[in-house]
């Protein structure tokens, strides 16, 4: 079992660290989240990432009330859905998240969608820097932003996002958005790190998995972890939930990390447009 300190730590704009790569849980059934976190947690993982929207903070907070760590020791991550934007909303949408988590704080609180066409992630987000001065969420940041969204949030607020928590693979490289966030401070989060599972049978990842003797999804959080970013692999397969975090023993040549470059051409996403989403 990787030990913590296997994983490494970045550091927030806040001064605090986050875990490099974390464990999701979107799509993992309520009723199986308690279990699955738990395995998730004696593997080595002391970041987890959830969302009101997933419906199974319960489950998280079970897990973390049953591990026996100390709160200090973890990383908490929830997101506020699109309905409950919008200042009051997004305040009594924080509440009952702790409430389901059983935690009187989240490491960190991401607003899920920016929904433009609601045009509400402004208001939103000065509920957001209340609940980051009061302490129920010890870092505050984003989900699914463009820079445009981003740059609506300098000119209005106070606080620069600790993190923006995007789609980001091999498939979808994001590199404008890469460079804004590192210009302002801002860490980059990758969500469906593997495409859901839809890289693992390619052809480039494979061989280079194979002159490894690694898998292809480990060869692609290597990847991920290279390019420095956050990362939260999901699975309900504890062999999965283990090989995902034994990262930190190899690393990719320049070549092969060229490779994996070249596989980023076209507009691979798995997931909904921000633009777009969460009207
Ligand atoms: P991932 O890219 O993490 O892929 C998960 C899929 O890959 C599952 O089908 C899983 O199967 C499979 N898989 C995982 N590990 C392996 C492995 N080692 N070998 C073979 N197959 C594997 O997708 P997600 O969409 O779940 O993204 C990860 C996390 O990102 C989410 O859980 C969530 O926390 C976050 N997220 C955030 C979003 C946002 O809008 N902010 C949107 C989407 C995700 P199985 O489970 O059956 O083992």
């Not at 875990?19 to 799509?27: A, E, I, N, S, Y």
């Not at 949408?93 to 509400?120: I, K, M, T």
């Not at 402004?122 to 984003?142: K, M, P, S």
Request: aromatic fraction near 8%; glycine fraction near 8%; hydrophobic fraction near 40%.
């Amino acid at each position: 079992m990787p030990s913590q300190s296997a994983v490494p730590a970045l550091k927030l704009n806040t001064g605090a660290e986050i875990p490099q790569l974390g464990f999701g849980v979107f799509q993992v059934p309520p009723e199986d989240t308690a279990e699955t976190v738990r395995i998730a947690l004696d593997a080595g993982y002391r970041s987890i990432d959830t969302a009101a929207a997933y419906g199974n903070e319960e489950g998280v907070g079970q897990a973390i009330a049953d591990s026996g760590l100390d709160r200090d020791e973890l990383f908490i991550t929830t997101k506020l859905w699109n309905n409950d934007q919008g200042r009051q909303s997004a305040l009594r949408a924080c509440d009952a998240s702790l409430e389901r988590l059983g935690l009187d704080y989240v490491d960190l609180y991401l607003v899920h969608w920016p929904a433009p066409s609601q045009d509400l992630y402004v208001d939103t987000w000065r509920a957001f820097e209340e609940i980051h001065a009061d302490g129920r969420a010890r870092a505050i940041g984003v989900s699914n932003f463009q820079i445009a969204h981003l740059e609506r949030l300098f000119d209005e607020t106070e606080v620069v996002p600790a993190l923006n928590q995007i789609e980001l693979h091999p498939r979808l490289q994001q590199p404008e958005l890469r460079d804004f966030h590192q210009e302002h401070g801002i860490l980059t989060e990758a969500w469906s790190p593997l495409a859901q599972g839809e890289l693992l049978d390619d052809r480039i990842v494979a061989e280079i998995a194979e002159a490894h003797g690694r898998t292809p999804a480990q060869v692609i959080l290597r990847w991920h972890v290279e390019t420095g970013n956050v990362v939260i692999p999901k699975s309900v397969t504890p062999e999965r939930i283990r090989e995902n975090i034994e990262v930190f023993d190899f690393e990719l040549s320049s070549e092969e990390t060229d490779r994996i470059a070249g596989l980023g051409s076209g507009d691979g996403r798995v997931g909904p447009h921000p633009e777009s989403f969460g009207s």
